[in-house]
């Protein structure tokens, strides 16, 4: 009875644990269940051994669309397309085999919502003996976000290929710009100096008054392409400043004396003031420096009917190397009234007069232009102006200070400086190369070699020339020169690889660094940076003017003390024939009045036209695209030195044909650009005829 009743107390202790297990295994479950069912992401439990689920929470459910108790006990293929449940199995397999986590990035299924896109991790569940028992799937709805995503792609790709073509859009204009810079300068430059020259023949009253509104005029016109092609260039980061040493007192009277004249006109003095307290060398972009007083001082006698005008250059003190100056420009003149000032420093905007007009021509772009220098610079612009009382407009700068510099290196002539110095006669080429002073000229083209040659010697130097920058190389090597001029485009080895080769053998052998300076007729942006990069000292633009010529060999390679001075020019100006098909004041610019140097470069441009012609018909015949535009910019380059501007022009239009390879348009452009030359060519031979050297003097030059 003891051994029953104690089995019976055994038992039921036995069955309070159970029960009591049991309800611990209810509770577990319970809140193991709670979690699943409130995690924020898709659960599915499935057995390792075939897949089948055996557990899922609601967020499966609201997915795909069934209950638990339909999905439990089901593989992917009894609810999936075939092609998803391959995709779903096969990606299962792989966490199963490799017994870790697999993440699944993007998993596409189909619901009853739609396509969705998942973001699946698979975790297998191990048993004590490491074997996979259970596989856990927890997966994220990231449809959405993709689709953002993907928009956020699209748009920024839009947005990449739009920056594309704003930069491309960008380059254009510069380049256009440029070209236009180029193509206007030029004509006007040329027509400015024309009425420089008619201005000292006889005139009456009334036509040199009318002369003085033309060239006013004409002035006015440059600035206003001054300073649209400055602004472009600023907006467009292309301009670059270039510091120099150079004295602010000296600066401060060249300004002064531009506009000392313009104001005794007008019955104002211009008063300068310098605090002496100021370093004589200072570093600073002298050009843009000048452009922004020059347009102060302007602005202010332009505006100011009586009174006078001042500027002057305030010392602010010195710290880490540096001069804090502030210039300034004060007026007696009409004043400002606030709301116009606010506005003077916008695009195109000018102050207005009672009349609600503008008060001037300009471009409303010139302070705006100052303003973004100062800034370039480093420094800021004030104004401060009462109506009626005048205007004070201030400029305030930190540049850098220069211990000890000599007068060669102050950005502007000493004041003793003669403005026209006299010009030695040319030395043989030993006597150059002994003294340091033999140029080497480089370039590929004949009549352009025969100019350079021709203007050197005129300046009282010796040269050596060269085809292109192998030969040039070589002759570098061989000789003793003081300074090299180059044509950036030519066959073999263009300017920029002899510049290179030049500054590499002097590093290599401890050579004397010589002056390069690059010649070409390409004005557009980034040409200077790249001749700058290349190693080169200095840019010229074709046609070469003597003028331009001669201040770059005075900086460079000034001659010394001259043994005899050359004949000056003579003082006519040239004659042109009516039916002559060259301009023959580009001619006598680019050649001098001489009748020799104009007979043989006239001579050098027949023979290798001729030779270039011959050449561009087998191009176009054989449909070489790239031989015909080399071959139309070399001749149209060469008809432009020796004034053939009608024939350029046509050379012009074959180059952008050829460019285009338009090879209709350029059949039909053909013909007419033969017989052009032809006619051209006959021309010449007149001229150049035996027996006919006084056609090409009366030509070339002016009566004596």
Same mark, same amino acid.
């Given at each position: 009875?003891?051994?029953?009743?104690?089995?019976?107390?055994?038992?039921?202790?036995?069955?309070?644990?159970?029960?009591?297990?049991?309800?611990?295994l209810?509770?577990?479950?319970?809140?193991l269940?709670?979690l699943?069912?409130?995690?924020?992401?898709m659960?599915?439990?499935?057995?390792?051994s075939?897949?089948?689920?055996?557990?899922?929470?609601?967020?499966?459910?609201?997915?795909?669309?069934?209950?638990?108790q339909?999905?439990?006990?089901?593989?992917?293929?009894?609810?999936?397309?075939?092609?998803?449940?391959?995709?779903?199995?096969?990606?299962?397999?792989?966490?199963?085999?490799?017994?870790?986590?697999?993440?699944?990035?993007?998993?596409?299924?189909?619901? #009853?919502?739609?396509?969705?896109?998942?973001?699946?991790?698979?975790?297998?569940?191990? !048993?004590?003996?490491?074997?996979?028992?259970?596989?856990?799937?927890?997966?994220? !709805?990231?449809?959405?976000?993709?689709?953002?995503?993907?928009?956020?792609?699209?748009?920024?790709?839009?947005?990449?290929?739009?920056?594309?073509?704003?930069?491309?859009?960008?380059?254009?204009?510069?380049?256009?710009?440029?070209?236009?810079?180029?193509?206007?300068?030029?004509?006007?430059?040329?027509?400015?100096?024309?009425?420089?020259?008619?201005?000292?023949?006889?005139?009456?009253?009334?036509?040199?008054?009318?002369l003085?509104?033309?060239?006013?005029?004409?002035?006015?016109?440059?600035?206003?392409? !001054?300073?649209?092609?400055?602004?472009?260039k600023?907006?467009?980061?292309?301009?670059?400043?270039?510091?120099?040493?150079?004295?602010?007192?000296?600066?401060?009277?060249?300004?002064?004396?531009?506009?000392?004249?313009?104001?005794?006109?007008?019955?104002?003095?211009?008063?300068?003031?310098?605090?002496?307290?100021? $370093?004589?060398?200072?570093?600073?972009?002298?050009?843009?420096?000048?452009?922004?007083?020059?347009n102060?001082?302007?602005?202010?006698?332009?505006?100011?009917?009586?009174?006078?005008?001042?500027?002057g250059?305030?010392?602010?003190?010195r710290s880490?190397?540096?001069?804090?100056?502030?210039?300034?420009?004060?007026d007696?003149?009409?004043?400002? $009234?606030?709301?116009?000032?606010?506005?003077l420093?916008?695009?195109?905007?000018?102050?207005?007069?009672?009349?609600?007009?503008? %008060?001037?021509?300009?471009s409303?772009?010139?302070?705006?232009?100052?303003?973004?220098?100062?800034?370039?610079?480093?420094?800021?612009?004030?104004?401060?102006?009462?109506?009626?009382?005048?205007?004070?407009?201030?400029?305030?700068?930190?540049?850098?200070?220069?211990?000890?510099?000599?007068?060669?290196?102050?950005?502007?002539p000493?004041?003793?400086?003669?403005?026209?110095?006299?010009?030695?006669?040319?030395?043989?080429?030993?006597?150059?190369?002994?003294?340091g002073?033999?140029?080497?000229?480089?370039?590929d083209? #004949?009549?352009?070699?025969?100019?350079?040659?021709?203007?050197?010697?005129?300046l009282?130097?010796?040269?050596?020339?060269?085809?292109?920058?192998?030969?040039?190389?070589?002759?570098?090597?061989?000789?003793?020169?003081?300074?090299?001029?180059?044509?950036?485009?030519?066959?073999?080895?263009?300017?920029?690889?002899?510049a290179?080769?030049?500054r590499?053998?002097?590093?290599?052998?401890?050579?004397?660094?010589?002056?390069?300076?690059?010649?070409?007729?390409?004005?557009?942006?980034?040409?200077?940076? %790249?001749?700058?990069?290349?190693?080169?000292d200095?840019?010229?633009?074709?046609p070469?003017?003597?003028?331009?010529?001669?201040?770059?060999l005075?900086?460079w390679?000034?001659?010394?003390?001259?043994?005899?001075?050359?004949?000056?020019?003579?003082?006519?100006?040239?004659?042109?024939?009516?039916?002559?098909?060259? !301009?023959?004041?580009?001619?006598?610019?680019?050649?001098g009045?001489?009748?020799?140097?104009?007979?043989?470069?006239?001579?050098?441009?027949?023979?290798?036209?001729?030779?270039?012609?011959?050449?561009l018909?087998?191009?176009?015949?054989?449909?070489?695209?790239?031989?015909?535009?080399?071959?139309?910019h070399?001749?149209?380059?060469?008809?432009?030195?020796?004034?053939?501007?009608?024939?350029?022009?046509?050379?012009?239009?074959?180059?952008?044909?050829?460019?285009?390879?338009?090879?209709?348009?350029?059949?039909?452009?053909?013909?007419?650009?033969?017989?052009?030359?032809?006619?051209?060519?006959?021309?010449?031979?007149?001229?150049?005829?035996?027996?006919?050297?006084?056609?090409?003097?009366?030509t070339?030059?002016?009566?004596?």
């Open positions: 009875m003891d051994e029953a009743r104690e089995l019976r107390a055994r038992a039921t202790e036995l069955e309070e644990r159970v029960r009591a297990r049991t309800a611990d209810q509770t577990a479950n319970a809140f269940n709670s699943i069912q409130h995690i924020p992401y659960v599915m439990v499935k057995r390792a075939d897949l089948t689920i055996v557990r899922a929470n609601h967020k499966v459910e609201e997915l795909l669309g069934l209950s638990e339909e999905l439990l006990g089901r593989s992917a293929h009894e609810i999936h397309s075939a092609q998803e449940a391959d995709f779903f199995t096969t990606k299962d397999r792989e966490a199963l085999t490799l017994r870790r986590e697999v993440d699944v990035q993007e998993e596409t299924i189909q619901t #009853p919502h739609g396509e969705r896109i998942l973001h699946v991790k698979k975790i297998p569940i191990l !048993d004590e003996e490491g074997q996979p028992r259970y596989l856990l799937s927890m997966a994220e !709805d990231v449809t959405e976000r993709r689709q953002r995503e993907r928009e956020i792609q699209r748009l920024n790709a839009a947005l990449a290929q739009r920056s594309t073509e704003l930069e491309a859009a960008t380059r254009a204009k510069s380049i256009f710009l440029a070209t236009m810079s180029h193509e206007i300068r030029t004509p006007m430059n040329g027509m400015l100096g024309m009425l420089e020259l008619l201005g000292l023949t006889p005139l009456d009253p009334e036509q040199r008054e009318t003085s509104l033309v060239r006013e005029s004409s002035r006015s016109l440059l600035r206003l392409i !001054d300073d649209i092609l400055d602004f472009s600023i907006e467009a980061g292309k301009l670059d400043l270039r510091p120099e040493t150079v004295s602010i007192k000296r600066i401060i009277e060249e300004v002064q004396s531009i506009y000392s004249g313009t104001a005794s006109c007008k019955g104002l003095a211009v008063h300068r003031t310098v605090d002496p307290r100021i $370093s004589p060398a200072l570093r600073v972009d002298p050009v843009r420096l000048r452009q922004i007083l020059n102060f001082v302007s602005n202010a006698t332009k505006f100011t009917a009586a009174g006078s005008v001042e500027i250059a305030e010392w602010l003190g880490d190397g540096h001069e804090n100056l502030r210039f300034v420009v004060r007696t003149g009409i004043g400002i $009234s606030p709301g116009d000032q606010q506005r420093f916008q695009p195109f905007s000018q102050a207005l007069g009672e009349e609600g007009r503008r %008060n001037s021509g300009g409303g772009l010139g302070l705006v232009i100052c303003r973004q220098l100062a800034q370039m610079m480093g420094g800021s612009i004030t104004l401060e102006s009462v109506p009626g009382q005048g205007t004070t407009v201030m400029l305030t700068l930190s540049l850098p200070i220069v211990e000890a510099s000599p007068a060669a290196d102050t950005g502007t000493p004041e003793s400086a003669p403005t026209g110095p006299a010009r030695r006669a040319a030395p043989s080429v030993d006597e150059a190369e002994a003294e002073t033999l140029l080497l000229l480089v370039d083209h #004949p009549v352009n070699r025969t100019l350079l040659l021709r203007q050197v010697r005129m009282g130097y010796a040269a050596k020339a060269a085809e292109d920058g192998v030969q040039a190389l070589e002759t570098w090597k061989a000789g003793r020169f003081g300074l090299v001029v180059t044509d950036c485009h030519m066959p073999h080895m263009d300017g920029y690889e002899l290179r080769s030049i590499a053998h002097e590093s290599s052998t401890g050579r004397r660094r010589v002056p390069i300076i690059a010649c070409t007729a390409n004005a557009l942006p980034g040409e200077s940076a %790249n001749c700058f990069a290349a190693g080169m200095d840019f010229l633009v074709k070469l003017e003597l003028s331009a010529l001669t201040e770059k005075d900086r390679l000034p001659i010394p003390d001259a043994k005899g001075a050359r004949a000056e020019a003579r003082d006519a100006a040239p004659v042109e024939e009516a039916d002559s098909p060259l !301009d023959a004041d580009l001619l006598a610019k680019n050649c009045d001489d009748p020799a140097t104009v007979a043989e470069v006239l001579a050098a441009f027949r023979r290798t036209c001729e030779e270039d012609s011959a050449a018909q087998q191009a176009v015949q054989v449909r070489d695209a790239t031989a015909a535009r080399q071959l139309a070399r001749m149209g380059g060469a008809s432009t030195v020796v004034g053939a501007l009608a024939f350029a022009a046509a050379c012009a239009r074959i180059e952008r044909t050829s460019r285009a390879g338009d090879w209709e348009a350029l059949a039909q452009e053909t013909p007419a650009f033969a017989q052009q030359q032809e006619s051209l060519m006959r021309w010449l031979d007149s001229r150049t005829a035996p027996g006919t050297t006084k056609a090409i003097d009366e070339s030059s002016a009566d004596r």
